[in-house]
């Protein structure tokens, strides 16, 4: 089961400052009240016991994990680095289970990074978040519906029919 998640959106941040975004990240590692993983019963050892969703219980150990983009990827987002000179822009996608996609995101923000995400959950809600002065804002949407009314053959579908009679006469004067 799960809650399924989807979102784009992307971060920024320095060329100078990748080495130690990634030591950020993996410092989350060793804050265990943040993960959303677990097994029970506990054997004792917090990294074995928890750990963040799609993430290995010690990957803050692994070595190859070296740059933002290789820990978003492994977290689960799809990448699409465009380098910018002095900075480097990640364009991000998401699709999958609701995880700690979102611990991740905050750390980066709170570490300076230039963050922005539209999110759709799988019931139709919508949420955004943004960096703002090292902090993570969210926005949510609300959708509302209008009185019912009855169908007639007035409407968005007559509308479109005639914009599509109108193309076609174009084409075949």
């Known amino acids: 089961?799960?809650?399924?998640?989807?979102?784009?959106?992307?971060?920024?941040?320095?060329?100078?400052?990748?080495?130690?975004?990634?030591?950020?990240?993996?410092?989350?590692?060793?804050?265990?009240?943040?993960?959303?993983?677990?097994?029970?019963?506990?054997?004792g050892d917090p990294y074995e016991d928890s750990w963040f969703a799609w993430m290995p219980s010690k990957y803050h150990e692994d070595e190859s994990l070296d740059t933002v983009r290789s820990i978003m990827e492994m977290l689960g987002f799809e990448c699409r680095e465009i380098d910018n000179g002095d900075t480097i822009k990640l364009d991000m996608d998401y699709n999958s289970k609701a995880g700690s996609e979102h611990v991740f995101i905050r750390a980066l923000a709170e570490n300076g990074v230039n963050v922005f995400f539209s999110w759709t959950g799988e019931e139709g809600e919508r949420w955004n978040v943004?960096?703002?002065?090292?902090k993570l804002e969210t926005q949510?949407?609300?959708?509302?519906?209008?009185?019912?009314?009855?169908?007639?053959?007035?409407g968005p579908i007559a509308e479109w029919n005639e914009v599509l009679r109108r193309l076609a006469d174009e084409l075949t004067k």
């Open 1 to 43: 089961m799960g809650y399924y998640i989807d979102g784009y959106g992307s971060v920024e941040f320095d060329k100078a400052d990748e080495a130690r975004l990634v030591q950020v990240l993996k410092d989350l590692n060793h804050k265990h009240e943040l993960k959303t993983g677990g097994k029970f019963p506990k054997s």
């Open 130 to 134: 943004r960096s703002a002065d090292n």
């Open 140 to 154: 949510s949407s609300y959708l509302t519906w209008s009185n019912w009314v009855p169908d007639t053959d007035e």
